[in-house]
């Protein structure tokens, strides 16, 4: 998988500037009186004046807090660029974050001096340097990227890098997530993408796999027709962490499409290559397994996926086909491109018959209809419990990622009336996003507070974003992590 960068806090030592031949990231208050800053006043001194200069000018006055301006191959440095970046003190968790991210951004092969000198969230820029410095390369033939050390300069470093610790476990974890989403869908089968989930057992974690003839047992049949026309094997792979006590679990459960053609009811071709993407909600359920591995949360989580694809073929699921869920509801597909809520429906029954969990977040990207309603900045909730959605929301601010609750209702759920079956498998055009989620909560028991999550806006998108480039964000591993800090970790 792609790797972090790896950072490395020192104490400051002003006397190693004049002879560091990468980039000098240098953080500055917007208010600040540069000749104040012990660095500043060095950096000002060797480069006979430039810094002041800058930071006189109007140009600074125009940067943002977070963003950051080059001064390059400043005279008197043997850096090839001093970096001046809007980011004081006492900075808020969004702009150390961001201002990290502009130095990520620019990260290049000689490395990078960050002087961060007392500054409180100084763990806050090494997480938005690491995670903006992501690059998607292993099918380029050309040379690899190759980004330098990192050594990020504080007062503190023992006790700034304890509270970076947590962070770069997160920053592995999107990375995970973000590779799996970037992932072509001849190379993560679903046969690979069971196995790299295998290999997390040497993190600690407990990983099975079900294969079709034991989900065929356990009367998966909803999800079963959807992979049936595919080569490539249908799959329920099954993540336990137990870092608590004898608690029963949190379950996330994710949608695993790795491809989808939409089946018989085949999608339009213009942009149909980016349905590599239709494992979003399962690869954001791994990435956050991956992170409670590696920082060995103190709570029991179970991740549950549902690994298929959806091909049209001789044998593929066809448009008025009825299918029968492990709860037992019989589903008629009036569109086999609505798959991903049948894969759901029997995972999230499952783990709700074998775990008992306390609680449960879905993820998928879903539907079309919830860009429409919300564009690429947030995520849709839907939910049936105002005490769990309000924690994850609370999350969600928390950790910067956008996320938006969404309605539900009778009205929408009668938009599902089958005249041949228990239900249909889609409600029309109108409030799609919704009804969607209300076939889902046909899905979740009375008693089981849940979450469902539609991040079809959000886990690709096409242009960069503050903490990442084009490309799979990694959206939600982020929340969810904190979500299971801050509510079930002692």
Request: with cysteine.
């Amino acid at each position: 998988m792609t790797n972090p960068l790896p950072i490395q806090f020192q104490q400051t030592d002003l006397d190693a500037l004049e002879a560091f031949s990468g980039r000098i990231a240098l953080l500055v208050a917007p208010d600040d009186n540069v000749a104040r800053s012990p660095a500043a006043r060095r950096l000002n001194r060797l480069s006979k004046g430039a810094l002041n200069r800058f930071l006189d000018s109007e140009a600074w006055g125009k940067v943002k807090p977070g963003e950051a301006t080059d001064l390059a191959w400043p005279a008197g440095l043997a850096a090839e660029a001093l970096q001046v970046v809007k980011a004081g003190p006492r900075a808020d968790v969004a702009t150390a974050r961001k201002a990290g991210a502009s130095i990520g951004k620019s990260a290049g092969k000689a490395g990078v001096l960050v002087l961060a000198g007392s500054m409180q969230r100084a763990a806050e820029v090494s997480f938005g340097l690491a995670l903006r410095a992501y690059e998607f390369e292993p099918h380029k033939t050309a040379e690899p990227t190759v980004r330098g050390p990192v050594i990020i300069m504080v007062k503190e470093p023992d006790a700034v890098a304890a509270e970076a610790k947590p962070m770069a476990a997160v920053a592995e974890g999107v990375f995970f997530t973000r590779d799996l989403v970037n992932e072509p869908a001849n190379v993560l089968t679903t046969d690979d993408f069971a196995a790299r989930l295998a290999a997390m057992q040497a993190l600690g974690l407990e990983v099975e796999i079900l294969e079709e003839a034991d989900l065929a047992k356990l009367g998966m049949g909803a999800l079963l027709g959807v992979g049936q026309g595919s080569e490539s094997p249908s799959k329920v792979v099954v993540m336990h962490w137990n870092g608590g006590g004898d608690e029963a679990p949190f379950a996330l459960v994710g949608k695993g499409v790795v491809f989808d053609t939409g089946g018989i009811s085949i999608k339009p071709a213009g942009g149909m290559e980016d349905m590599t993407m239709d494992m979003g909600g399962a690869g954001v359920v791994s990435g956050v397994m991956r992170t409670l591995a590696l920082r060995r949360a103190k709570a029991n989580v179970v991740g549950l996926v549902g690994l298929v694809e959806n091909m049209p073929d001789g044998r593929a699921q066809r448009p008025g086909d009825v299918v029968k869920s492990m709860k037992g509801d019989t589903i008629e597909v009036i569109n086999t491109d609505a798959e991903g809520r049948l894969v759901l429906a029997d995972v999230l029954w499952y783990a709700q018959e074998r775990f008992k969990p306390v609680g449960m977040i879905n993820l998928a990207t879903l539907t079309g209809a919830i860009i429409i309603a919300l564009g690429h900045e947030n995520t849709g909730v839907f939910s049936n419990d105002d005490g769990l959605c309000d924690a994850f929301l609370k999350a969600c601010k928390a950790e910067g990622e956008g996320a938006w609750r969404m309605p539900m209702g009778d009205a929408y759920d009668a938009k599902l009336k089958s005249r041949i079956a228990d239900m249909m498998n889609v409600g029309g055009r109108d409030g799609g996003a919704i009804t969607a989620a209300q076939f889902l909560k046909r899905f979740v028991k009375d008693d089981v507070p849940w979450c469902h999550l539609d991040i079809a806006g959000t886990a690709l998108v096409k242009a960069d974003t503050t903490l990442a480039p084009k490309g799979a964000t990694g959206w939600g591993v982020m929340a969810l992590d904190r979500l299971i800090r801050d509510k079930f970790e002692g």
